[in-house]
């Protein structure tokens, strides 16, 4: 995508049919996104750009590839507004072999997970892998690591002073998940990030779930352009009303399209232009059952969206959200070539994928062999944590003997954590989990050799009634997290990651039921989607053998991390209220027996 004096003239020259096309897509319905309009059309495509769409007989000689596209519709690539492709547990090639198959084709994203386990150095490792890629990547800076208030502890910490110098790389479309308590509170990393893009012109992207009315208004002085996070469709219209660009999440975990979509469908069609879409944290099964953004497409047009304006949603929509349309988002003279073959726009099942004016994809597969590029130690390295004892997993207050009245933090929902206080028996010091009212531990231990931070505090919801399981794959820190029933059951979880670097893991009665190894970064694989995806199920399975009726039990698990959204979360720093913005003291009363 690098311009010069010479590439230029190449491309002015192939646009005006002095060059001949490398290659053309004869005899298409072109679904032109700009317009909103359907015809007949051809596209002349000269390396990976665009250069002329209409009748380009000619553009055409004896050496220019012919596809021919009779029957079929050419769509944009599909754009995903916002994904952190790591909580799959696919690694960049590893993702790309499973999602540019379904027509994604870019992504916008900040790969801030791969950040917070190896800093910039493995980030670059990451940049040049994405070249090797058939999709894009388009990064947003995150305005700072950790995510977390109070702040965790992260391999690598984003500052403003780290701002100054990474946007001015060319990877560099913005600043990416800007976190609306950490504005509202006017953390200064976060300020000065923002200030550092408005002095480079780029934008910044938002993070603001269930924001409205002041503390909205608040955040949007920032100059926040975006947000992917509205938990009913009146925070998207009063978002959209007060000018910012709505993306509309589809995850494996939170289905916010059906509500969401209402915006458009029943309060203000007009609406439909400035909403996009994204995924946000999709796993390796949902990719392979459902598809990706062509799924999303799909849910949208069952919604009463019209097929046009469900195909502009994932395409032109999120790139002029995130000013990228001059790039990606249409098929228009100038643009790089990402181009799909649909057979019908209201079913919306890709045929081909063409990604930089190359044939990648043909029936769900990729027609070509895509490599892993070999890992240095800055993305497998081991886990920097000392092994532990069961000792580490109980807590332990100053009374031998009584009742302690906690309070757990009770799943509602992947992300939402609400109070329920709960009374436990405290036996020799220790106060012990309670599977009959849903009260295990939960701990999370810092895994980068830095503090050797370790918190313990009660939760609920996963009901549980024996063993424990963990994981280091754990957004927003990717500290290592273990949730059990046991402690004994949870060190050995716990160590078992240590002792291999990483991964998901269930633990029952002293033995390891499943282990899904997650080498690169202690967050992702290299391994196929299909291999993931079996992993992904028997994990789960593990899991329900522990007594878990969550639909994924080790991803609702590893958000509990994030302090983004109220009420409760759990970091390496404790418990945290994340309303109040400050840790917490789970143990509200001790009774002693008499």
């Not at 150095?121 to 999709?135: A, R, T």
Request: with cysteine.
């Amino acid at each position: 995508m690098k311009q010069t004096m010479t590439n230029l003239k190449q491309l002015i020259r192939a646009g005006r049919g002095i060059i001949p096309a490398q290659t053309v897509i004869l005899n298409g319905n072109l679904v032109n996104v700009m317009t909103a309009e359907i015809y007949k059309a051809d596209v002349s495509i000269y390396e990976d750009t665009i250069v002329a769409v209409g009748d380009v007989s000619e553009y055409i000689d004896e050496n220019t590839e012919i596809i021919d596209a009779t029957g079929k519709y050419l769509v944009p690539g599909l754009i995903d507004g916002h994904i952190h492709s790591e909580c799959s547990k696919l690694s960049i090639t590893s993702y790309a072999k499973a999602v540019v198959p379904c027509g994604t084709t870019s992504m916008i994203s900040g790969l801030d997970e791969y950040i917070s386990v190896s800093g910039l150095e493995g980030l670059k490792e990451v940049f040049e892998e994405i070249k090797q890629s058939p999709l894009k990547v388009f990064w947003g800076a995150p305005y700072k690591t950790p995510y977390t208030f109070p702040e965790s502890t992260v391999a690598f910490n984003f500052t403003k002073e780290i701002h100054e110098e990474v946007q001015k790389w060319p990877e560099c479309f913005g600043v990416w998940e800007t976190v609306r308590e950490y504005v509202t509170e006017e953390d200064e990393n976060t300020l000065g990030a923002i200030e550092v893009a408005a002095k480079n012109r780029l934008p910044v992207f938002g993070c603001a779930p269930m924001a409205r009315g002041k503390e909205l208004n608040g955040y949007l002085c920032a100059g926040i352009r975006l947000d992917h996070e509205s938990y009913d469709h009146e925070e998207v219209v009063e978002k959209m009303r007060k000018g910012m660009h709505m993306l509309i999440r589809e995850s494996s975990v939170t289905h916010f399209l059906k509500e969401n979509i209402r915006a458009v469908t029943e309060v203000n069609p007009y609406l439909a232009r400035r909403v996009s879409f994204c995924t946000d944290d999709v796993t390796a099964s949902d990719i392979l059952e459902k598809g990706h953004l062509d799924n999303v497409v799909r849910l949208a047009i069952k919604e009463g969206v019209d097929p046009m304006n469900a195909i502009q949603m994932a395409t032109i929509n999120s790139a002029e959200a995130y000013r990228i349309d001059h790039l990606i988002g249409s098929i228009s003279p100038g643009r790089i070539a990402d181009i799909l073959l649909v057979d019908s726009i209201e079913e919306f099942k890709v045929d081909t994928v063409i990604t930089n004016g190359k044939l990648v994809a043909k029936n769900g597969k990729l027609t070509y062999e895509l490599k892993a590029p070999k890992r240095s130690s800055v993305l497998t390295g081991e886990l920097k944590c000392k092994k532990t004892t069961k000792e580490d997993f109980e807590y332990k207050v100053n009374i031998k003997n009584g009742k302690a009245k906690v309070l757990s933090m009770d799943v509602k929902g992947p992300f939402v954590r609400k109070r329920r206080d709960v009374v436990l028996e405290i036996k020799e010091g220790i106060v012990l989990p309670d599977t009959e009212q849903d009260a295990v531990m939960v701990s999370v231990l810092e895994r980068f050799g830095r503090n050797g931070n370790k918190s313990l505090a009660f939760c609920s919801g996963w009901k549980l009634k024996k063993g424990a399981m963990a994981s280091t794959a754990a957004p927003d820190d990717n500290n290592l997290i273990v949730m059990g029933a046991s402690a004994e059951d949870m060190s050995i979880a716990v160590n078992h990651l240590i002792e291999n670097g990483g991964g998901q893991v269930v633990v029952c009665d002293g033995k390891v039921l499943e282990f899904l190894p997650l080498p690169v970064g202690g967050i992702a694989s290299d391994l196929e989607a299909e291999v993931i995806s079996e992993w992904e199920k028997r994990v789960n399975k593990a899991a329900n053998k522990l007594g878990c009726d969550l639909p994924e039990p080790l991803m609702y698990m590893f958000f509990l991390p994030i302090t983004a959204i109220p009420d409760y979360a759990i970091t390496d720093v404790g418990p945290v209220d994340c309303i109040a913005l400050d840790t917490f003291d789970p143990i509200l009363e001790l009774i002693e027996n008499k």
